[in-house]
């Protein structure tokens, strides 16, 4: 790969964030076995398979693809969202 320091390139920072972290894991779907995300997409009346090679996040027996994972808030792009919540939004220090 060549690298060009004098030209500064402009990237968009594509990292997400687990907004609750505790018991959600991000995997990776390595077969062409039929798995559904556990939402529809606005609009759709149907649940959308899990692709081989796409990465999901699950809780329990709970798949999310990444856009419906956003969508419904388990996953942000925001990187400071532990700072933006609400105190009754966090949990106590044990």
Known sequence: ?????????VRNDARL????PEGWAAHIKQSWD???C??????EDYFHLLMSGEIFVQ???EKY??????????LTTDR????H????DRKPLV
């Open 38 to 43: 556990f939402s529809k997409h606005p609009g």
């Open 59 to 61: 809780h329990g027996d």
């Open 80 to 83: 400071l969202n532990w700072q």
């Open 85 to 88: 919540r609400t105190n009754s």
């Open 1 to 9: 790969m060549n690298r060009d320091d004098s030209a500064p390139e």
């Open 34 to 36: 039929k798995e559904y």
């Open 17 to 20: 964030y687990a907004a609750s």
């Open 65 to 74: 693809c990444l856009t419906c994972a956003v969508r419904h808030g388990i």
